[in-house]
């Protein structure tokens, strides 16, 4: 999946891995020729697959030689990403604009793309369902519950510590 300013745009025929993105996400890409991606401003690559197939892609010399930060973000979502772009670049940005101090902040998150923004917040939460690396960082873990209502259990939590 290849994030652009015109929205969000594949050239894969996997049906599968085209569904499985839509149902995840809520979005689903367009498809476009190899020459339309070329043309693009693109802003993040996320390769969807199994987790077989993703498993090698971080010590990948082709993906090394890119020379852009990566994460995998689900088992079935390996991410590119630009330079210095995270989740917290741009929660520092918002919160700039609103005047608002990281220390006044909670975030929520998953899995290993939330770790900058636990580190950059003033509170984090992981969810329970979480991958280890997002519960080892975040300070408080969210109550368990269920995937579905995980994010509202986590938010009850923090609003009964407050």
């Known amino acids: 999946m290849y994030y652009t300013p015109e929205g969000i745009w594949t050239s894969t025929a996997s049906v599968q891995d085209l569904e499985f ?3 995840l996400t809520g979005l689903t890409p367009k498809t476009v020729d190899e020459a339309t991606l070329r043309q693009a401003q693109i802003h993040k690559i996320v ?10 892609l ?18 079935r979502l390996f991410e590119l990403l630009p330079i210095g772009v995270t989740k917290a670049s741009g929660l520092q ?12 902040t909670v ?5 290993d793309n939330d770790l900058p923004m636990f580190e950059w917040a003033g509170e984090s939460v992981a969810m ?3 991958t280890t690396a997002a519960r080892k960082s975040a300070r408080w ?3 368990r519950s269920s995937p579905q209502e995980a994010f509202a259990c986590a938010v009850d939590f923090v609003l009964s510590r407050a």
């Open 21 to 23: 993105y839509t149902r």
């Open 47 to 56: 390769w969807v697959g199994s987790p077989q197939a993703l498993e090698g």
């Open 58 to 75: 971080s010590a990948d010399i082709r993906v090394a030689r890119l020379e852009l930060p990566f994460v995998r973000s689900h088992d």
């Open 93 to 104: 940005t918002l919160a700039q604009h609103l005047g608002v101090r990281a220390e006044q």
């Open 107 to 111: 975030v929520f998150g998953d899995a």
């Open 128 to 130: 329970p369902h979480g």
């Open 141 to 143: 873990v969210g109550p």
